[in-house]
């Protein structure tokens, strides 16, 4: 039973512009989320968080907006970079349990 | 900083033999896991690790898979024998064990069986 979906397997922005990742989860009691950008032949690396009392957290170029009654988190990248083509996974927690989407590639065009 | 450790980092073998990897997490990070990630797909849990004692192996195909952390330090996941179906990314990943901690991944170990 998959608890993270990212039901989107790609997307191709153009530079510059802004990059929506999204994510829907179905277990309630998780504590925070989390997302993953992962480059070919190497493992993923932490890229940002929020925790499940907040709706919103940036850092740098990067927001995540979570909406719980919709059971729903966003990635924003603005602007986008071509460095930011990657696979970008969807993560959640409960104690020290990790549940991970099933990836989102996206290509930022030049 | 410090990092995950892992080795191989490839590895190619013929099926049926025997494989093993190799993980070294950060430093007094008590959680440690090993990860399986066929291209497409999101990581999938093998073995969780509090210290040396097995948290949740529940997905590890115990056939064929085993994974140890005697020390409560490094581990070691082994495949024996091999098999098509197991050629993926092999990731370990560690954290320190406090809910509000993300997971720290090495770089993996790309596994192809022929």
């Known amino acids: 039973d998959q608890q993270v979906k990212q039901n989107s397997p790609s997307l191709s922005v153009q530079e510059g512009r802004i990059s929506i990742l999204n994510c829907d989860y179905t277990?309630?009691?998780?504590?925070?989320f989390l997302w993953y950008k992962k480059y070919p032949a190497e493992g993923p690396t932490f890229l940002i968080s929020?925790?499940?009392?907040?709706d919103k957290n940036e850092d740098g170029r990067f927001t995540v907006f979570l909406n719980k009654s919709a059971k729903h988190l966003s990635l924003h990248i603005v602007p986008s970079q071509p460095g930011d083509s990657a696979v970008y996974f969807c993560?959640?927690?409960?104690?020290?349990?990790?549940?991970f989407g099933t990836g989102t590639s996206l290509t930022v065009i030049p | 900083e410090a990092e995950v450790a892992q080795s191989p980092r490839y590895k190619i073998t013929e099926k049926s033999q025997a494989v093993a990897f190799w993980c070294d997490p950060i430093s007094g990070h008590a959680t440690l896991y090993w990860y399986r990630q066929i291209l497409g797909q999101g990581p999938e849990l093998l073995v969780q690790f509090q210290d040396e004692s097995v948290v949740d192996d529940s997905q590890l195909p115990k056939d064929r898979f085993s994974a140890e952390r005697l020390k409560g330090v490094d581990s070691t996941l082994k495949i024996q024998p091999a098999e098509l179906g197991d050629s993926a990314m092999y990731l370990c990943?560690?954290?320190?064990?406090?809910?509000?901690?993300?997971?720290?991944f090495g770089e993996g170990s790309r596994l192809t069986v022929l």
């Open positions: 993560a959640a927690n409960t104690g020290n349990q990790f549940y």
């Open positions: 990943a560690s954290s320190a064990g406090l809910a509000i901690g993300e997971l720290f």
């Open positions: 277990n309630s009691m998780f504590d925070y």
């Open positions: 929020i925790s499940s009392i907040k």
